[in-house]
């Protein structure tokens, strides 16, 4: 139901483990999006209310932790919501950055 106003495309640097140096080693992914930007507050990972500046709706399996690039600039996922459908499987992912 949403696929078609996924008509944004965006790259979802997801974090896939660390290297050997501790850093995260990441995986670059085109995906479809729809992007709004808005402001809001929302809890981070650790409970903390932060600034969002935008939501993002997709489908893919984003993760808190990982990097969604538009327009050049690198967003860091800040939450993620799953939406169900009305089957009650999970129709998409708002996405807070």
């Keep these: 139901m949403i696929r078609a106003y996924l008509n944004q495309k965006a790259i979802w640097?997801?974090?896939?483990?660390?290297?050997?140096?501790n850093d995260p080693k990441t995986e670059d992914k085109e995906i479809a999006v729809r992007w709004e930007g808005r402001r809001r507050l929302v809890r981070d990972k650790r409970g903390q209310e932060v600034v969002?500046?935008?939501?993002?709706?997709?489908?893919?399996?984003?993760?808190?932790?990982?990097f969604l690039i538009w327009q050049g600039v690198d967003?860091?996922?800040?939450?993620?919501?799953?939406?169900?459908?009305?089957?009650?499987?999970?129709?998409?992912?708002?996405?807070?950055?």
Excluded: F, M
């Design 52 to 66: 969002s500046e935008a939501r993002v709706y997709c489908l893919e399996p984003v993760q808190p932790g990982d």
């Design 13 to 21: 640097r997801q974090v896939t483990g660390k290297d050997i140096n």
């Design 75 to 97: 967003w860091p996922v800040i939450a993620v919501s799953e939406v169900p459908g009305l089957g009650g499987k999970v129709s998409h992912r708002e996405v807070a950055v």
